[in-house]
């Protein structure tokens, strides 16, 4: 008998999606998806703050798009810089003071030769790890509501409807110390995962977000995600990223023809 590893290649397949709902007047959330990093930012602050907020987290990822590698230290340091630019931002534009954003994402970083995900997160924007017949949450969010969970004072069933759900805890532009917790897991052939603001899963139970998720290819599901958070009212701006790890062999041509597979337009770096 023989025993070894190894190493599958994976690639990546990605779809986005984000509307202004049926409520706001703007979009204030934002997205970057373009391997090996994806986020998606929940813009806080009132009249247009909150758009530019969540569009200088984005643009401070832009320097990572398409690289052929990404550090945890690079994505620390993109968050921390995206801070910077919203506090410059603000200090320069009064009219902007006090606006924020949460950004979370993921990026693909590599042990050897072994591919991993990291999850980071500041703020109430989520990462999910998608399982046969399971959401599983990554993130833990920095919000209120969270808190009264861990200390027990809340049962996580009524978060969704408690009157400060909305309230976050730690937030680019606004907390004094925005580090990002992050977490990371070795990525495996079939996986998919899903980064989402509070947009989605304000308007969709878990059960829900499986059934738009189901059987579908990231690009689709997607849009299936967007189209049935509007079903259930859009009451808030909605934006989700959908990411598979395909085994490399399975990357036919059906797939690799997906629409969105190379995302938005990246925006450009900024000095
Ligand atoms: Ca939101």
Redesign the pocket.
Known sequence: MTTGKVSVALTLQWGSATNVGFVRSQNQDAFLAAAPVFVVA?GLGGHAAGEIASRLAVEAFAPLAYRSEVTRADVVRAVTDAHARILAHAEADPTTAHMGTTVSGVAVVWFGEAMHWLAFNVGDSRVYRVEADRLMQVTVDHSEVQQLIDSGRLAAEDAETHPRRNVVTRALGISRDPTPDCWVFPADAGERLLIC???LTKELRDDEILAALAEATAPVAAEQLVAAALDHGGR??VTVVVIDALPTSQTSQETSEADDRTGPPVPAPQS
């Open positions: 929940d603001t509070d947009g808030d701006n």
